[in-house]
């Protein structure tokens, strides 16, 4: 696994326990995120209060099954299982696109993340 493709995976392991922290750090200031179909966030600061304010479970499980990269270009895909107590199981897939600032010591600068819930 090379620098870049071990970089994405630790961003996706980050996203599924909530680390704002580390996620925030590795992103520029003019950060981009569009999830389709439902915001656009611009900002380090705005991407940040949006970390901050999703509700990220204990049990989350994550499942990545492609990562693949071209030159500042990444591609990111898998599946996530979100269960709290007391709900049924829900399973997500996930397709996040990634521009990166640069391949060595990578900084995002955009993110496009389409997420469709799967009936289980």
């Known amino acids: 696994m090379g620098t870049t493709e071990k970089f994405l995976r630790e961003i996706n392991e980050a996203f599924a326990k909530g680390n704002s922290d580390f996620i925030t750090e590795h992103v520029t200031d003019n950060i981009v995120w569009n999830v389709v179909g439902d915001c656009r966030i611009k900002g380090k600061k705005n991407f940040r209060k949006v970390l901050d304010e ?67």
Do not use: H, W
């Open 54 to 120: 999703m509700d990220v479970p204990e049990n989350m499980q994550l499942d990545i099954s492609n990562i693949l990269v071209q030159e500042r270009t990444a591609v990111v895909d898998g599946y996530i299982e979100v269960g709290k107590k007391g709900m049924k199981l829900r399973r997500y897939a996930f397709c996040d696109i990634y521009k990166l600032s640069a391949l060595k010591e990578p900084r995002i600068e955009e993110l496009v993340s389409y997420v469709i819930e799967i009936k289980i």
